[in-house]
């Protein structure tokens, strides 16, 4: 009987063709983690305090709607030291309105602008307020206390800003933020301090745009 040598080749291929097929493959790539997202991701939580004690003092707009800090801010990292923002340019923003909000772990100031330009800024904790000219003290609630000086501001005759209350406007805080004084125009900048319930607390200071405004975050 002739034998045939078509079956040992054919078993030969059946078992290349299984090992080839029972290789593990490599798991995909783990995709890469967003960027972090910019500290102004949104205002001042909602509800926000608008209200002021001044009957001549008016909010600005409706704060934002969103209430959560956790999608758009990323952890906290401020700190006690003065934040300075810079001198601002064109001297064309006039303050249109101060909100007050919670967010997840840290109290929000908004301070709107109107006008034209660029804002600057420089705040730090001060032992005590007291207004930039006269030297008069600032009565404010709280017992820690930030001074925010709004630099690139300009008069209301100048901007055509309307003035926002004037040095004796306070806007009622919530949560970690007592109180706010806004102050008015001197020199190019707008003086205004933060009264804080409590010890101070590390906190940072940005600025955003459309509509312009300058946020100052004080952990809770």
Do not use: H, K
């Amino acid at each position: 009987m002739r034998r045939t040598t078509a079956a040992p080749a054919l078993i030969c291929l059946a078992l290349l063709v299984g090992a080839t097929g029972c290789g593990g493959e490599e798991p995909p790539a783990a995709e890469p983690s967003g960027s972090p997202s910019t500290p102004g991701g949104s205002d001042a939580s909602s509800p926000s305090s608008s209200s002021s004690s001044s009957p001549s003092a008016s909010s600005s707009g409706t704060p934002s709607a969103s209430a959560s800090a956790s999608a758009s801010t990323p952890p906290f990292t401020g700190d006690l030291r003065p934040d300075d923002g810079g001198p601002g340019e064109g001297n064309g923003l006039g303050v249109t309105g101060v909100r007050v909000g919670r967010q997840d772990g840290f109290d929000r100031v908004v301070f709107d602008l109107g006008g034209t330009g660029t804002p600057g800024w420089r705040v730090s904790y001060v032992a005590r307020p007291v207004q930039d000219g006269s030297g008069d003290p600032v009565r404010i609630a709280g017992s820690a206390y930030l001074q925010v000086d709004l630099r690139g501001l300009g008069m209301p005759s100048d901007t055509g800003v309307p003035e926002f209350g004037d040095s004796t406007t306070r806007v009622r805080g919530t949560g970690g933020i007592a109180e706010v004084a806004p102050g008015s125009v001197f020199e190019g900048q707008q003086q205004a301090f933060i009264g804080l319930t409590g010890s101070r607390r590390p906190f940072r200071v940005f600025a955003l745009t459309g509509p312009t405004r300058v946020v100052v975050d004080v952990r809770s």
